[in-house]
């Protein structure tokens, strides 16, 4: 394994139901905090497959905020990065439909994560740059991370794009949809969803046209599917046990395709462009049996490598 993966984005906390609603009121379900965010996941998700991994981003001085980096460093990720303020922690609340497909909205007025500044020179070790998500659409950290993605591109490592328009938080959708090209120009690896494409307005041959050296869409039950220059390859949803929610399994997935790409000394750009569809078909396995973990118990908690190992 070569290289480190920086990290950047949101990091929050997700109010997850639990528990029934309350006797007078069904609807008002009793919410728990859960840590996450996009790239906050992904890290985790990383940390826990022993990537060497650096989160980037900017962080509340409040409890949440001192919480998202004790669970940081608990999973192996170094926090060096991490930006400090007095601003608030974004706040997700989630709702769960009953297949367990999640559902967000979100409070990010004036919170910590969008103020993220330029960190400069990343670690001399850094092979792969991740971005994405929320911290893509609200500025000025979009603006930002758009920068830090397209100037370390150009320094030759490799940028990992996970694109998600929510609705709702979206004021300028001809911008974000500007910069998630600019990016995916640039980008070795795109993992979206079925979801992120049509919001964007973009399909995986689209994003291959405009630049990106590989794509990977995401299709719930449906599996996944590696579209490449050199044609498809798809992989089967993985179970480990019954779906209990889906947060943070699209995070789950990117984590998963940087740590096997990691493993087979892959993190670089040309690295992605010479992979066969042997090797996308096992990449695209393990991502979707991460993933499987993840789904199979509440909040976004990927699976530790020794889990992984133990069940194989």
């Known amino acids: 394994m070569t290289g480190r993966v920086v990290v950047g984005g949101e990091a929050l906390v997700d109010l997850v139901p639990t528990g029934d609603g309350h006797p007078d009121e069904p609807a008002l379900t009793p919410l728990a905090p859960r840590l996450g965010g996009g790239p906050f996941n992904t890290a985790v998700g990383l940390g826990r497959l022993g990537v060497p991994t650096t989160m980037l981003t900017r962080l509340s001085t409040d409890s949440f905020g001192d919480a998202l980096v004790h669970r940081l460093e608990a999973n192996g990720v170094d926090t060096t990065l991490l930006q400090r303020g007095p601003e608030p922690t974004t706040l997700a609340v989630v709702t769960l439909d009953a297949d367990g497909a999640a559902r967000y909205s979100f409070h990010v007025a004036g919170s910590a994560d969008r103020l993220v500044d330029d960190p400069g020179e990343l670690p001399r070790d850094t092979a792969a740059v991740s971005v994405g998500t929320l911290s893509l659409v609200l500025e000025p950290g979009a603006s930002r991370y758009a920068e830090l993605a397209v100037r370390e591109a150009g320094r030759g490592r490799l940028v990992s794009l996970d694109p998600n328009l929510r609705p709702g938080l979206v004021d300028d959708p001809d911008a974000v949809v500007a910069r998630l090209d600019r990016i995916a120009a640039v980008a070795g690896l795109v993992k979206m969803s079925d979801e992120d494409a049509d919001r964007w307005g973009r399909s995986p ?74 090797a996308w078909a096992a990449a695209l396995e393990f991502a979707s049996r991460v993933a499987a973990w993840t789904v199979s118990r509440a909040g976004a908690e990927p699976p530790w490598r020794h889990e992984l190992e133990r069940a194989a």
């Open 205 to 278: 041959q689209d994003v291959l046209d405009a630049g990106a050296g590989a794509v990977v869409l995401t299709r719930g039950s449906s599996g996944l599917t590696a579209h490449t220059p050199a044609g498809e390859v798809s992989a089967p949803a993985a179970s480990v046990g019954p779906l209990v929610d889906t947060i943070g399994a699209g995070d789950s997935v990117h984590g998963a395709l940087l740590a096997w790409l990691a493993d087979h000394d892959a993190l670089s750009r040309d690295a992605v462009a010479r992979l066969d569809g042997d």
